[in-house]
């Protein structure tokens, strides 16, 4: 695989129980390159703890917000940090496995796409939550009948990008409604999608998981926000 480096933007909200393991899987993963940037989102559980004590000699960046804010404003946060030539979100749980990443960049480096999205159901057992995967069908159809895009996946965390294209984006989102934002805007900017099935683990709301029914009413609104 050619040179580059992989800039990983993880932003992480009240995560003790797993940025540690997150994070050392992050340094498992095949790239030899990458650039580790994490977000803490003002968290009161102790990860800044964690982050300082244990994490830090191992990563690259450690931004703090010193309000909670969301993910996509700690998304914000690390994709204006990001000096690599390609950039990955990942989540600071446990259901995304980054020993996809290898798989993730190759239609970037191979000049097939500008950005890839990683499908949790392209070809896929559904996982999860059934109300979970009967809201991210519709809510990804919705999306895809604004955008052009024929997405299984909109929601995905494993978002990968050119970084000059993310860059270029202006992020408004602070929440969940990051995700159909960022895929409406790229849908206008004309650049070429691709989307591969991952691998998913998914975790139950006692284990930590934060997306609620009020974040799909605004992940709705947000589709219909940015369609023009």
């Given at each position: 695989m050619q040179?580059?480096?992989?800039?990983?933007?993880?932003?992480?909200?009240?995560?003790?129980?797993n940025i540690k393991k997150v994070v050392d899987k992050v340094l498992e993963s095949q790239i030899v390159s990458k650039e580790i940037i994490i977000v803490d989102d003002c968290s009161?559980?102790?990860?800044?703890?964690?982050?300082?004590?244990?994490?830090?000699?191992?990563?690259?960046?450690?931004?703090?917000?010193?309000?909670?804010?969301?993910?996509?404003?700690?998304?914000?946060?690390?994709?204006?940090?990001?000096?690599?030539?390609?950039?990955?979100?990942?989540?600071?749980?446990?259901?995304?496995?980054?020993?996809?990443?290898?798989?993730?960049?190759?239609?970037?480096?191979?000049?097939?796409?500008?950005?890839?999205?990683?499908?949790r159901f392209l070809n896929k057992k559904a996982k999860g939550y059934l109300s979970n995967r009967i809201a991210n069908?519709?809510?990804?159809?919705?999306?895809?009948?604004?955008t052009g895009f024929s997405l299984t996946d909109m929601e995905t965390c494993y978002k990968v990008?050119?970084?000059?294209?993310?860059q270029s984006v202006?992020?408004?989102?602070?929440?969940?409604g990051f995700e159909p934002e960022i895929t409406a805007k790229l849908s206008k900017a004309g650049i070429r999608m691709k989307e591969i099935p991952i691998e998913y683990s998914p975790r139950l709301k006692e284990h930590?998981?934060?997306?609620?029914?009020?974040?799909?009413?605004?992940?709705?609104?947000?589709?219909?926000?940015y369609r023009h």
């Open positions: 040179d580059f480096t992989l800039s990983i933007i993880i932003p992480c909200y009240n995560e003790i129980k009161t559980d102790g990860t800044r703890d964690i982050l300082e004590k244990e994490i830090r000699p191992l990563v690259s960046h450690i931004l703090y917000h010193s309000v909670n804010q969301g993910k996509g404003a700690a998304l914000r946060t690390g994709f204006a940090k990001a000096s690599g030539d390609i950039v990955i979100i990942q989540d600071a749980d446990l259901e995304y496995d980054p020993r996809e990443y290898t798989r993730l960049v190759e239609p970037i480096l191979k000049n097939e796409a500008d950005v890839v999205y990683g499908s069908k519709f809510l990804t159809v919705l999306s895809n009948f604004f990008f050119k970084r000059e294209i993310i202006k992020i408004e989102e602070n929440r969940f930590g998981k934060k997306i609620g029914f009020k974040d799909g009413l605004r992940a709705i609104y947000c589709i219909l926000k």
